[in-house]
């Protein structure tokens, strides 16, 4: 047998699909070498995912990949559920919105598109090197790392490649899964939908189709449209007890309902079942899993790759301080942090497929009157909010109210005049930011930001001179929009330290706190 790599590399990655090329682009940011092997030669070519959000959008930012992906998104203006007799039930209007990551809430896209970018970013990075046409077979874990066989799809032979961690990133049948014999738990929601999609010219609104992503809460096929970006559209058609792969051939009379077939190219339709499952385990102790391999759910909310990012964003940091040093149990707590994050969102995906995939007429009709009398409630704005992280690699109790929630990012302007998002001026990486100038810490406080390679930011409040101020701060900015000093405020935080993803770690209400909550991370990395 052939030997894929003489050296061992810090992580293999097993998929190259977004999650694991967004892990393998933030592994690559590290300097970990890095190779990711994938069974088949080119990009899947038929997208599935169409949606992210403003946080997502933020792991690309801190990519160097905003301005790459903001041409192939199409920003979103906001949703609309409707009954059979087009009444509303539901909407939920975002147009021109900053979220609190510093994008708009939610972004349409073309995933081929993105996973082409993802995919260039990861194989330019120096550590990282991918294999393609390269199937895992078979994964040998001992004390010091991972022995992992791959087939070479072209010729049959088989080669060996030794990592010190693996992550399986290989999809909702994933091979990495089956062979760690790491169980995953079925959550009961099977449903068959009919996946459509198609290309137009012009735009929609010259073909009368609706210029938002629409849930038509129909019982007799409840369905939903969505403008995705550029010419790309697409439909979702619910299955109905006895239908099948046969209604592949059916789509010109599914469409014929909203358009004009002959007005549209079909590129594809296919049959999908949407599940929603979780990983009862995420890890042995050097295999780990991440996207669908360890969790799947019903795209009504348009996050299932978005938990993968999160996953890879969750994930990345944590294996390179383990890869570095520290306490390989570092690692438990990417599963402590993940499974309630994602068994929440979930759970609201689920929810949300009950009401829309609702095919007893009465139980329709009883929905719809609820739902109308509130749809002209006022709340139906804004970005999703999605649930802050409960326990994990995060301060010790007391907490104060920000730990686990996910920093805001707004613009500010740097000492050179430029303004820009904060992380554009901080760069990648743990982040202790400070309301004003920072106090005095101690020295076991900074050998502990030295530790996580952390850097300590000044924002100051706006109007304020960030040219001149002396002082310890790694980077100075003014905070144009006061959205800082909100957030600050509002939250009674004088210093709140940030993790690589975005998630607070902990926060104090005094400065001259953050060395005592600084000495005692340290005791954290070394026990976890
Ligand atoms: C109809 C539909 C709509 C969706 N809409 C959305 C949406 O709007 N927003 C959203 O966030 N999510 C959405 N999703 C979910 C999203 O598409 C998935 O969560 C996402 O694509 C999963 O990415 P992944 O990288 O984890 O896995 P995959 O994309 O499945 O990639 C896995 C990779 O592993 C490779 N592989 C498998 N076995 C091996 C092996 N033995 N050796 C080497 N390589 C291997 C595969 O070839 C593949 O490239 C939707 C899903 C569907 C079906």
Redesign the pocket.
């Known amino acids: 047998m052939n030997v894929e790599d003489p050296k061992v590399v810090d992580v293999a990655i097993?998929?190259?699909?977004?999650?694991?090329a967004t892990l393998a682009s933030l592994l690559g940011r590290e300097g970990l070498t890095t190779v990711v092997?994938?069974?088949?030669p080119e990009i899947?070519t038929l997208p599935?995912?169409?949606?992210?959000d403003h946080e997502v959008m933020r792991t690309f930012q801190a990519l160097g990949l905003a301005r790459k992906i903001l041409p192939i998104t199409g920003p979103v203006r906001g949703y609309e559920f409707r009954n059979a007799r087009g009444q509303l039930l539901m909407s939920i209007d975002v147009q021109g919105q900053i979220a609190s990551q510093g994008w708009r809430p939610d972004y349409m896209f073309h995933?081929p598109s993105l996973e082409r970018v993802l995919r260039d970013d990861a194989v330019g990075r120096d550590s990282v090197s991918v294999r393609l046409g390269?199937?895992?077979v078979g994964l040998d874990e001992d004390d010091r790392g991972v022995t992992l066989t791959l087939r070479d799809v072209g010729d049959g032979r088989t080669r060996t490649l030794r990592a010190r961690y693996v992550v399986g990133?290989?999809?909702?049948?994933s091979?990495t899964r089956e062979i760690a014999g790491l169980e995953i738990e079925d959550l009961a929601f099977d449903e068959p939908w009919l996946?459509v999609d198609a290309t137009v010219e012009g735009s929609v609104a010259e073909l009368s189709l609706p210029e938002m992503p629409l849930q038509l809460c129909d019982p007799q096929r409840p369905t939903t449209f969505i403008p995705v970006a550029g010419p790309y559209i697409r439909w979702?058609f619910m299955l109905l007890p006895g239908e099948g792969e046969e209604m592949k051939d059916r789509v010109r009379e599914l469409v014929a309902a909203w358009v004009d077939p002959d007005a549209i190219r079909v590129i594809r339709s296919a049959v999908?079942r949407f599940h929603a499952l979780v990983g009862e385990r995420w890890r042995t102790r050097r295999v780990l899993l991440?996207?669908?391999?360890v969790h799947q759910m019903p795209?009504f909310l348009?996050?299932?790759?978005?938990a993968?990012m999160r996953d890879a964003a969750n994930l990345a940091w944590k294996l390179a301080l383990v890869l570095r040093g520290e306490s390989d149990a570092l690692l438990d707590t990417y599963q402590q942090e993940r499974a309630p994050h994602v068994r929440q969102v979930i759970g609201i995906a689920v929810e949300m497929g009950r009401i829309i995939c609702t095919l007893d007429p009465q139980v329709a009709a009883a929905r719809d009157a609820q739902m109308i009398d509130g749809a002209g409630q006022p709340g139906g704005g804004g970005a999703m909010r999605l649930p802050g992280l409960q326990q994990g690699f995060l301060a010790p109790e007391p907490r104060h109210p920000l730990t686990g929630s996910l920093a805001v990012q707004a613009q500010v302007r740097g000492v050179d005049g430029s303004e820009a998002l904060l992380d554009d001026h901080v760069g990648p990486g743990f982040a202790l930011l400070w309301n004003g100038p920072p106090a005095p810490l101690s020295e076991k406080a900074r050998l502990a930001l030295a530790r996580l390679g952390a850097r300590q930011v000044s924002i100051l409040a706006a109007g304020s001179a960030v040219e001149n101020l002396p002082g310890s701060a790694d980077v100075v900015v003014e905070d144009v929009e006061g959205s800082y000093e909100r957030w600050f405020h509002t939250n009674e935080a004088a210093a709140v330290l940030v993790r690589p993803d975005f998630a607070v770690y902990g926060a104090t209400t005094e400065a001259k706190e953050m060395s005592a909550m600084l000495e005692a991370l340290v005791y954290r990395l070394a026990s976890d």
């Not at 092997?37 to 088949?40: K, T």
């Open positions: 097993v998929g190259f699909g977004p999650t694991g092997v994938e069974r088949e899947h599935r995912a169409v949606h992210f995933q390269r199937e895992l990133c290989d999809g909702a049948a091979p996946v979702e999908y991440a996207g669908d391999a795209p348009g996050q299932g790759m978005c993968g």
